[in-house]
């Protein structure tokens, strides 16, 4: 057989040329595409406002920031101050826009309502919502072919089957609907597809009250998403709850109690703490979800530990709280280097590395660190991070500007990359007791707009935490 696969001989991949094919010109004059219009996504638009690039944002929901309306009751850990980009807050206020009470912490709806709608709207009919992108390649070329490859446009196709060409692609499409499985070792229980379960933040006291009112709820994880939904189950009435973790101890999600930089977040520790301590909610250690099983008395849900050992509950709901993976397969046909481990780039992996990495202590990072071979594409904001649970929207906001910059050609302003932090918290005392009596304990979302880490910390986050101490 002459062409064996062991072979030496190279496959010689035939060059071409279309009648369609773009020139560098051509290509130069297409739009950024921007996928997502959430506040990463439009702060990258703001910032290809300001350098005059021309711009298109494909949003898959049916409204601008459609994820965050799906925790729009939540209210989050930091102030409006530290939730606005800084380019957004100048065209915003161009336009006669008046900021918000910058000491206000802000609801997921609030944030829409009065900030990421009225970004929007300054866009017009460069927003496009309703527009799922589900694959991303190059104009006539698969990810093999190489020559000629940087001078064509990207080749974005709708669900629709339309199909876009862009100069560069901004990919700001989160992780919010790609929640990790209910599962340990990062598999599905058996059985986990059988059965209903709520992802993270389902509003407990308000749309969703009847699903939950009077019912025995498990709610599974140990990050903020799920300290927020067990503290609003126990408002409830005549409504059990068990929780439940892998871990041996639920020290990491109580945090630092009152020595917590942000005193909301503080006190949700403290508060589910005092709530596990009554008896008002089981906790359960230990637990490796292995298997739901559906039973005329509820959903028997059964844990395997590493060791073999089993424990089961039987529950009549579950709420998912077990944090987020990025999607990359809409770039299947790009060159993408992502590392083994987080799915980000592997140039940040190690930056944000949750085993080593808190969210204070991540190092500011831009364009070069988000860089894939793949001339053109980065992916921004969540997405970036893959599994870390690391992430900060203020870092979101300065991976915008530097990749934009870079984009514009400015490459001392992309490579200038600075994030600033406050060492102490941007919530004071103060601000959370007093707003907390008007409008109840400040919560937060995985994933999502939360702000600096416990000082004091110790532990570090794992997948399970659902975001960690930062989203």
Known sequence: MSDRCCGTTAIEIEPFTTPQQTTPGQTGALP????????????????????????????????????????????????????????????????????????????????????????????????????????????????????????????????????????A????????????????????????????????????????????????????????????????????????????????????????????????????????????????????????????????????????????HEQSVTVDRIVSATGYRPDHSIAAELRLDLDPVLGSTRALAPLIDPNQHSCGTVPAHGVDELAHPEPGYYAVGVKSYGRAPTFLMATGYEQVRSVVSALAGDWDAARDVQLDLPETGVCSSNLAEAQEQRVGLATGISGGLLSTPLPLATATATAESGGGCCG
Do not use: C, M
Not at 116 to 121: E, I, N, S, V
């Open 32 to 167: 950024v595409v921007v996928i997502g219009a959430g506040p990463v996504g439009l702060a990258a638009a703001a910032h290809l406002a300001e350098r005059g690039i021309d711009f298109t944002i494909l949003e898959a929901g049916d409204r601008v920031a459609a994820s965050v309306a799906q925790w729009g009751h939540v209210r989050v850990f930091s102030p409006w101050k530290y939730n606005v980009d800084a380019a957004a807050r100048r065209l915003l206020e161009a336009d006669g826009w008046t900021a918000p009470d910058g000491e206000w912490l802000p609801t997921g709806a609030e944030l829409i309502d009065d900030y990421l709608a009225p970004l929007a709207k300054l866009f017009g009919d460069r927003v496009r919502l309703g527009v799922k992108v589900t694959a991303i390649s190059r104009l006539g070329y698969d990810r093999v072919r190489t020559a000629g490859r940087e001078e064509v446009p990207f080749l974005i196709r709708l669900e629709s089957g339309e199909e876009l060409r862009a100069r």
């Open 169 to 308: 692609i901004v990919d700001a499409s989160g992780t919010y609907t790609s929640p990790n499985v209910l599962g340990a070792s990062g598999l599905p229980a058996h059985g986990e597809g059988a059965v209903f379960v709520d992802h993270a933040l389902p509003d407990v006291l308000g749309a969703d009250r009847d699903r939950y009112e009077g019912r025995h709820t498990l709610v599974v994880g140990a990050g903020h998403s799920a300290a927020t939904t067990l503290l609003a189950l126990a408002e409830l009435p005549d409504t059990p709850i068990t929780w439940a973790i892998r871990g041996g101890s639920a020290s990491r999600t109580y945090g630092g109690g009152d020595a917590d930089a942000l005193p909301a977040r503080g006190a949700l520790g403290t508060r589910l703490r005092a709530h596990v301590e009554s008896g008002r909610i089981t906790l359960l250690t230990g637990f490796f979800t292995h298997r739901v099983n559906a039973t005329d008395q509820g959903v028997e849900v059964v844990s395997r530990d590493p060791s073999g």
